[in-house]
């Protein structure tokens, strides 16, 4: 081989290389959802689902989606950086094991709404104590706001996901959860978004506990002890009352907002790129 094929062939490994390198993602991310009870979190999954992907090959990651919760094994987990529930939980004890051990091992989590939800007596009981109580600190839900509204949050701008927001913003329309526990009580928790005072009365009814006037309300926060954040939106507004045709249609889009986008964006940066929490 003369020097010139031997430079071409150089130059033709080395460009094949630098190709590879650059399409090999960052990270990989796994999202769980079951996508079948309420509208507003299937209306949620779906547009997840669509600006996920976008995101991905925005910021060189990789983002797959099943909807089979038998995937929640060690060996189907070892392939990615970073779990999500979309909408719900798993119910399988030996998943809820997977998942458990996955984390302690420094897997990384993003749940959004109703994947923290737990209420006894109802479908989704209060019988796993680690997620609820230890992981996400949260306990059982305890009330929520309605109408989905948009609020005013206040930001905690020293978390990397959140310290290239402004003071506050304002969300998407999202039904807003309350817990059991106080947060802002537990020295594991970090709280990275919160309700600010400026949005009450938040909701609109008809019930008069759906309408909160005070009070302190943690909507997205992190545990100090693992790579997780759990962020509150995830519920679109919704045409409930099938004003515009027989078809329930989404009035709201959740990612249909810049500063929360980020927020959410730089959360998922920061756990997949993220050797251990911090």
């Known amino acids: 081989m003369n020097l010139l094929s031997k430079s071409i062939l150089f130059l033709t490994l080395s460009c094949f290389t630098l190709t590879a390198q650059a399409q090999k993602p960052k990270f990989k991310v796994i999202a769980f959802f079951t996508g079948k009870s309420d509208m507003a979190h299937v209306s949620f999954v779906k547009e997840a689902n669509e600006w996920f992907p976008k995101m991905a090959q925005k910021n060189h990651f990789s983002y797959d989606t099943t909807s089979n919760w038998a995937n929640m094994n060690a060996d189907f987990l070892s392939k990615y950086q970073v779990v999500l529930f979309l909408d719900t939980r798993p119910e399988d004890p030996a998943q809820r094991t997977a998942f458990e051990n996955y984390v302690k091992n420094g897997g990384a989590?993003?749940?959004?709404?109703?994947?923290?939800?737990?209420?006894?007596?109802?479908?989704?009981?209060?019988?796993?104590?680690?997620?609820?109580?230890?992981?996400?600190?949260?306990?059982?839900?305890?009330?929520?706001?309605?109408r989905p509204t948009s609020a005013i949050l206040n930001v905690n701008k020293k978390h990397?996901?959140?310290?290239?927001?402004?003071?506050?913003?304002?969300?998407?329309?999202?039904?807003?959860?309350?817990?059991?526990?106080?947060?802002?009580?537990n020295p594991?928790?970090?709280?990275?978004?919160?309700?600010?005072?400026?949005?009450?009365?938040?909701?609109?009814?008809?019930k008069a506990h759906e309408?909160?006037?005070?009070?302190?309300?943690p909507v997205v926060?992190?545990?100090?002890?693992?790579?997780?954040?759990?962020?509150?939106?995830?519920?679109?507004?919704?045409?409930?009352?099938?004003?515009?045709?027989?078809?329930?249609?989404?009035?709201?889009?959740?990612?249909?907002?810049?500063?929360?986008?980020?927020?959410?964006?730089?959360?998922?940066?920061?756990?997949?790129?993220?050797k251990k929490a911090k």
Request: hydrophobic content about 35%; overall charge negative; glycine content about 6%.
């Open 221 to 274: 926060w992190s545990n100090k002890n693992y790579k997780m954040i759990y962020v509150n939106m995830g519920h679109n507004d919704m045409d409930y009352e099938r004003k515009h045709g027989k078809e329930i249609k989404a009035l709201s889009q959740t990612f249909d907002n810049e500063l929360q986008n980020k927020m959410i964006i730089d959360a998922l940066l920061w756990l997949g790129n993220t």
């Open 160 to 185: 990397p996901a959140t310290k290239k927001l402004p003071q506050t913003l304002k969300s998407q329309p999202n039904e807003w959860y309350k817990w059991e526990k106080d947060l802002s009580k």
């Open 211 to 217: 309408i909160w006037h005070q009070g302190d309300y």
């Open 109 to 146: 989590w993003m749940g959004f709404h109703f994947a923290a939800f737990a209420l006894t007596p109802s479908a989704f009981t209060q019988n796993w104590d680690w997620y609820h109580n230890e992981f996400l600190g949260s306990g059982q839900y305890s009330g929520n706001t309605w």
């Open 188 to 206: 594991d928790i970090d709280i990275l978004l919160s309700i600010h005072p400026s949005s009450f009365p938040l909701g609109t009814g008809p």
